[in-house]
Antibody, heavy 121, light 110 residues
Framework: QLQLQESGPGLVKPSETLSLTCTVS??????????WGWIRQPPGKGLEWIGT???????YYNPSLKSRVTISADTSKNQFSLKLSSVTATDTAVYYC?????????????WGQGTLVTVSS | QSALTQSRSVSGSPGQSVTISCTGT?????????VSWYQQHPGKAPKLMIY???KRPSGVPDRFSGSKSGNTASLTISGLQAEDEADYYC??????????FGTGTKVTVL
């Protein structure tokens, strides 16, 4: 069973870059069976899909965030990462990393516990 | 990519059935059979309840069922139980290896 754990700063200043890492255990991010994704949820609001990455390194982004987002993977550490640039208060949210069994289906079968990132000076 | 539209809240007494709708477009819900539903209790990560429109992951009670017609998907909870009180989100594949979530529905057990 996969386990995912987010890590990174809980506080980021406006205009700076938010950086988070997801460490995967119980499976390999080099698996051809999975995509790996990031989702966020502002306090008291709904879920928003940020983007996904495949083991090949190909990344796919929500069009509304595409200009500011980069998702990358480090197979040697079994981790994948999120960078979101030029953040504002509206980027304050709980950020989740997740696994998507995307070869034969498209949904999120495992989620990290989530990490709250607050954008504030 | 606009969020899928869900009713804000639904409620029912224990044992009753409730249905949550999720309306999108032909570019998401209507275009693919990759609709999933997630249950989220306060302060917790979402949990997969339905995938591929109507399939249940192992361990999810058969009280939960999903369907789709055109651009609208639905989640039905039969035999409502107290522990079913939570927020529910639909999600649909939207092409190019991305997805879009619904606005969320709060289910209240009276």
């Amino acid at each position: 069973q996969l386990q995912l754990q987010e890590s990174g700063p809980g506080l980021v200043k406006p205009s700076e870059t938010l950086s988070l890492t997801c460490t995967v255990s119980g499976g390999s991010i080099s698996s051809s069976s999975y995509y790996w994704g990031w989702i966020r949820q502002p306090p008291g609001k709904g879920l928003e899909w940020i983007g996904t990455i495949y083991y090949s390194g190909n990344a796919y982004y929500n069009p509304s965030l595409k200009s500011r987002v980069t998702i990358s993977a480090d197979t040697s550490k079994n981790q994948f990462s999120l960078k979101l640039s030029s953040v504002t208060a509206t980027d304050t949210a709980v950020y989740y990393c997740a696994s998507v069994p995307g070869v034969v289906r498209w949904d999120i079968d495992y989620w990290g516990q989530g990490t709250l990132v607050t954008v504030s000076s | 990519q606009s969020a899928l539209t869900q009713s804000r809240s639904v409620s029912g007494s224990p044992g009753q059935s409730v249905t949550i709708s999720c309306t999108g477009t032909s570019s998401d819900v209507g275009g693919y059979n990759y609709v999933s539903w997630y249950q989220q209790h306060p302060g917790k990560a979402p949990k997969l309840m339905i995938y591929d429109v109507s399939k249940r992951p192992s361990g999810v009670p058969d009280r939960f069922s999903g369907s789709k017609s055109g651009n609208t998907a639905s989640l039905t909870i039969s035999g409502l139980q107290a522990e079913d009180e939570a927020d529910y989100y639909c999600c649909s594949y939207a092409g190019s290896y991305t997805s879009v979530f619904g606005t969320g529905t709060k289910v209240t057990v009276l």
